[in-house]
């Protein structure tokens, strides 16, 4: 049997160096480093790479920074330059040359791409909860925010908990903090991660903080969405379990605080299966919980992923999964084959599911899901739905506004051959479908228009935008 040693992710070690504006900007690098998989070293030695955040305000502070950059080239030799230092560049290269990369004062993108490059973080499906695309091209327009850091479960195909310990919550003002600058800063859609959404801050007894405008909020899933969701930009809930206070998320879905969307890794659908991998919330009432759900948010999304072949499924197993997939109607479905990985229980099980049996399971999901998600898809034409915009086609726009006729609508907007592509509230970015639009002149990514739907296919939608709502 082929088993998958996990690679370790790259270790990062930073001195930050300053006034406190500079350590809010470490927190954010550092932040975003950390939502990408990367692993913090406390010490030189231990980091594959070092960030040096440096202060030029007095020639004092700036000598201080080179003297910092000197330390950390000696002590380990892989150094990038952030910080009010950034400035003055030259002077860095001068006296180091062997600086990697040196980027300004709050250029979070620019530093945290340079991180990338010189430490890439290796693609594992086990280690990045973010896409991989994702990583180096996240728009300024949509953001993840990290949660906690951890897991309490101990699935049997994961060795998250073994290499991230249990969970730790973040303290949900700081979370609160973070999101409000990134809102400030024109993130129009937070995307919120961690291992388990739904167990966030039980590891501080879901105290209460006092937020900064007066009242608290507990560290609790619902609380907290509802301070997400009063920032007026697009929030987007990501691995949470169907455990029973989930049902208190809908309401906020139906306030529009909180997208109608779920992305709820259910893994399987068998009872034995599920137990087997010993999943978190895995009881046989998710079907009617879905159903309650749809009942109060028609409109909710929810995206799942699911595992085959993994030790022990049998006919049965996976027969009472493709019927449980017909039943819960999901709008995205991603699926796996069971992967063992070094260290991870399941990888020792008896019964280990032949490749070629994985590989006949995994496309029957696959053509079930396309199924379900082209019928899903076609309902929607004809409707009028809200659009992120996230990128242009390099098109020169026409002003002439030639209307072509495929509908009669009073505020269309008319750009011939300027192609757009965005997402619905249905479309988390990268792992969800994608909506094209025709006739998108005058649109920038993270515009949000209003969008009537005139075709769809398995994944997609396509239609025309009718007038911007927001910007
Ligand atoms: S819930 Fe399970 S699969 Fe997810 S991180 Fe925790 S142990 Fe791993």
């Given at each position: 049997m082929n088993v998958t040693t996990l690679p370790k992710p790259p270790r990062v070690g930073l001195v930050s160096l300053g006034c406190p504006k500079n350590l809010v900007d470490s927190e954010r690098i550092m932040t975003k480093l950390r939502s990408d998989g990367y692993d913090m070293s406390p010490d030189y030695a231990g980091a594959d790479i070092v960030l040096v955040n440096t202060c030029g305000f007095l020639d004092s502070a700036k000598e201080e920074s080179l003297e910092a950059i000197g330390e950390a080239i000696a002590e380990n030799g892989r150094v990038v330059v952030t910080g009010c230092?950034?400035?003055e560049a030259d002077v860095i290269r001068n006296r180091?040359?062997?600086?990697l990369a040196i980027t300004g004062a709050h250029e979070y993108e620019q530093v945290v791409g340079a991180v990338h490059e010189a430490a890439p973080m290796p693609a594992n499906a086990f280690l990045n909860l973010v896409p991989e695309s994702g990583l180096?091209?996240?728009?300024?327009?949509y953001s993840y925010l990290k949660i906690s850091e951890g897991c309490n479960h101990r699935c049997a195909f994961c060795i998250i908990p073994h290499l991230r310990g249990d969970l730790v919550s973040r303290r949900p003002d700081a979370i609160l903090r973070e999101a409000e600058k990134l809102v400030a800063a024109g993130t129009k859609e937070l995307l919120v991660i961690s291992q388990d959404t739904s167990a966030y801050g039980v590891d501080m007894r879901h105290k209460a903080f006092p937020l900064k405008s007066g009242g608290e909020v507990r560290a609790h899933m619902t609380d907290l969405s509802r301070e997400l969701g009063k920032l007026g930009a697009w929030v987007r809930l990501h691995y949470?379990?169907?455990?029973?206070?989930?049902?208190?998320v809908i309401p906020l879905m139906a306030e529009g605080?909180?997208?109608?969307?779920l992305d709820i890794?259910?893994?399987?659908?068998s009872p034995d299966v599920l137990r087997r991998m010993r999943r978190?919330?895995?009881?046989?009432k998710v079907l009617q919980r879905i159903r309650a759900w749809r009942e109060q948010m028609p409109d909710l999304a929810i995206r799942s992923s699911f595992v085959v072949?993994?030790?022990?499924?049998t006919d049965q197993d996976f027969a009472y999964l493709l019927n449980w997939l017909e039943e819960a109607q999901l709008d995205r479905v991603g699926a796996f084959k069971f992967e063992p990985v070094e260290?991870?229980?399941?990888?020792?099980?008896?019964?280990q599911v032949p490749a070629d049996l994985k590989t006949e399971r995994y496309e029957a999901v696959m053509a079930l899901s396309a199924r379900i998600s082209a019928a899903k898809l076609t309902a929607k034409v004809g409707s009028i739905i809200d659009v992120l915009i996230d990128r242009v086609d390099d098109v020169e726009p026409s002003?002439?506004?030639?209307?072509?006729?495929h509908f009669d609508a009073p505020h269309a907007v008319h750009h011939h051959n300027v192609g757009a592509t965005g997402r619905s509230k249905a479309d988390a970015p990268e792992i969800d479908g994608e909506v094209h639009l025709r006739d998108a002149g005058g649109l920038k990514p993270g515009d949000i228009v209003s969008v009537r739907i005139e075709d769809a296919d398995e994944h997609d939608l396509y239609g025309v935008p009718l007038e911007t709502v927001a910007a």
């Open positions: 230092m950034g400035k180091f040359p062997d600086v180096k091209l996240t728009p300024r327009h949470v379990y169907p455990y029973p206070h989930v049902n208190d605080l909180v997208l109608p969307y890794p259910f893994q399987h659908a978190p919330a895995n009881d046989a072949g993994f030790p022990g499924e260290g991870a229980p399941a990888t020792s099980m008896g019964d002003h002439e506004g030639v209307d072509r006729g």
